[in-house]
């Protein structure tokens, strides 16, 4: 039977068409992928569906009767429910507070009656959880537990899940997809969004592929493949696997020794680090986030003080040590996990934007004075060897994808051709043919001779691009492994202190 069908939907923004006369339909108990590039429309169109916007025209069927969803409400009473990929908990409440927040309208609440419901839920769809714990002490993979519950507990028949796994460890998306699966099998119907293709084709029973808001593909699981789903999405064929020629090492070009960092809480995040990184090759450091990953980018970048220790950077001729200063690296290109907090400056140009690090120097500026020509020139470069989707430089980055985006801080950062490269997260929120653009990227820049620090909580891109793999647990190195001998249960075990 049917769940879900949209028809003939169709969002626009001023003149942007997010989603075109979108079709589809979603049985009961599937589980359903939606597939696209970033731009797509994919978050539009469940917007909509979650009641967050309402289309300019079409209409959504439920149990193929129609109805109109006017607000996130509305849409939790039509049994509706979405898991945004940030969770929407208050990390002071007990797991109980968080799932019956906004539900009770009593004047007293018998909590140990509600504890005992949510145990009992929680048990009914095997999703273990202690009901009365802080969800702030919580690990990523079981606040997400929280958030299913949440739905769960609303009734919600209809489950969507947008970029479910980007946070969690292997371990975590193996109990996840198992979860799902359960959810199914007792006729829930769940929407996947995601742009990982594998756990797709392990998890999902259809699928439905959006290019420029409009439906693309529509098909079984069972009748297509990763490549082929790849092809659609981007509109040609993407490789998706990483041909990467073997490591020639060069000089060293970043030491670092007995490292300790604190937090902006006071908190030692990074505790007795040291590695050698040579010209030439990708040291990549797995991790679950918050183990101290941000912390040593920043160290080494620059940005923050070190408590304890030294880096040496031998290609640049200048070492930091103990230190209550910190003062921005020049002559390393630092890609930050969060492109559009600390990456770029949104309200500026493309052409500013790539500017950001040396608008004070030649040729850039001359007498105090910005020359705006050669800037525009530096953009057009940048556009067209970078392939960033922008008819000029005068364009708001604001008004670019997040690939778009992406690009932009790899013209800059990578654009004075670095020895030294820190990748913090460089593919986080990206689509298939984005992430083929990033990796293909720094993997030139390793040919080149650069030596690359490759972070990311993707395991799978660790193993792909990485020469040698150190595993971060709680601020420190509990092994550096070879990448071409060690298997990635073995990287994913160590990632969770095992």
Known sequence: MTSLRLADISKSFGSFVANDSINLQIESGKIHAILGENGAGKTTLMNIVSGIYQPDSGQIYLQEKPVKITSTHTAIKLGIGMIHQHFMLVP???????????????????????????????QNYGL?????????NLPIGVQQRVEILK?????ARI?????????????????????????????K???FISHKLEEVMNLCDTVTVLRRGKVVGNTNIQNTTSPELAALMVGRDVCLQIDKPPVSLGNTVLSVENLQVVDSRGVTAVRDVSLQLQAGEILGIAGVDGNGQRELADAICGLIQIKQGNISYPHLHKERKNSKNSSRMMGVGYIPEDRQK???ILQFSIADNLILKLFQKIPFCRWLLLNYPIIQENAKSAIDDFDI?????????SQLSGGNQQKVVLARELGGEPQLIVAMQPTRGLDVG??????????????????ILYISTELEEIMAMSDRIAVMYQGEFVRVLDASTVTMEEVGFLMVGG
């Open 189 to 191: 119907t769940i929407i």
């Open 159 to 187: 489950l969507i899940l947008d970029e479910p796994t980007a946070v969690l460890t292997p371990k975590e998306v193996n109990s996840l997809i198992r979860i799902l699966k359960q959810l199914a099998a007792a006729g």
């Open 92 to 122: 002071q409440l007990s797991v109980t507070e968080n799932i019956i927040l906004g539900t009770e309208n009593q004047w007293w609440l018998n909590l140990r009656h509600k504890q005992a419901e949510i145990t009992a839920l929680s």
């Open 434 to 451: 984005a992430i083929e653009a990033v990796q293909r990227r720094l993997l030139a820049e390793r040919e080149r001779g650069a030596g």
């Open 128 to 136: 273990e959880i202690e009901p009365c714990a802080q969800v702030g």
């Open 389 to 397: 989707r922008a008819i000029s430089g005068d364009i708001q980055v």
């Open 151 to 155: 739905v769960l507990y609303r009734q």
């Open 342 to 344: 600390m990456g770029l």
